[in-house]
């Protein structure tokens, strides 16, 4: 089961450019994730949406912006990012409660930083 | 996040052995996930936990939760080209947002 999506799916861009990623999820969640995910590593988490608001932020630069409209929608923008941002970038969402968090993973972005 | 022991790395089976991985972690966690990632895409849910001693099945796969809460393994029967890709673990101490991944197990499955 998926249900969320992302795009776009590949990106490329320069290090002054500024882009955004795009992530919808259609589970009714209440709880979005935004992860980063490199060659050789384990997924990172960058950021965490509950009921819209952010709860968790792990040191992430701030060339890397998240956005949280709405329950479904999550945004990071980019700016002026470094080569060694380059990697998979992967939404989750989950319905968080006292007993399960289970989070639903979209396809990714794959981010090429040149 | 706390990073769990996942093993074997990776493995190279043929078409129709059975496969074994496991996970461990340093404290108790509440949750245990397995998801397969295939390349470019993003993980999928194969088998969630929830309960010490559960036992669940998706088909050819079962995951157990550990009595101990500290462990969970995955078994593939009948194992299929198709089930080429890297499988990750995933707990959840149920104390914040963040689950905690293992590093992966690479399973390759030759004809």
């Known amino acids: 089961e998926t249900g969320v999506t992302q795009t776009p799916r590949h990106l490329v861009m320069g290090m002054t450019n500024k882009k955004s990623l795009k992530c919808e999820q259609h589970?009714?969640?209440?709880?979005m994730y935004w992860y980063k995910q490199s060659a050789k590593k384990p997924l990172e988490l960058m950021f965490v949406?509950?009921?819209?608001?952010?709860?968790e932020n792990n040191s992430v630069p701030s060339r890397f912006s998240p956005e949280c409209p709405n329950s479904s929608h999550l945004f990071l923008h980019l700016h002026t990012l470094q080569p060694e941002d380059s990697a998979l970038y992967l939404c989750?969402?989950?319905?968080?409660?006292?007993?399960?968090?289970?989070?639903?993973f979209g396809p990714g972005t794959r981010l090429t930083v040149l | 996040g706390q990073q769990l022991n996942q093993s074997p790395q990776s493995m190279f089976i043929q078409e129709g052995e059975d496969v074994s991985m496991n996970c461990t972690s340093s404290?108790?966690?509440?949750?245990w996930l397995w998801y397969k990632q295939d390349p470019g895409e993003g993980p999928v849910l194969l088998i969630a936990?929830?309960?010490?001693?559960e036992l669940t099945s998706n088909g050819r796969l079962t995951a157990q939760f550990g009595i101990t809460r500290k462990d969970s393994f995955l078994n593939i029967s009948a194992s299929i080209p198709s089930d080429v890709g890297i499988y990750f673990c995933?707990?959840?101490?149920?104390?914040?947002?963040?689950?905690?991944f293992g590093k992966g197990t690479s399973l390759l499955v030759t004809p």
């Open positions: 949406y509950s009921l819209e608001e952010r709860v």
């Open positions: 589970l009714g969640h209440n709880a």
């Open positions: 936990l929830y309960k010490a001693g």
């Open positions: 404290s108790i966690f509440n949750t």
């Open positions: 995933a707990g959840n101490s149920n104390s914040g947002y963040a689950l905690n």
């Open positions: 989750a969402s989950s319905q968080t409660s006292e007993y399960t968090d289970t989070q639903y």
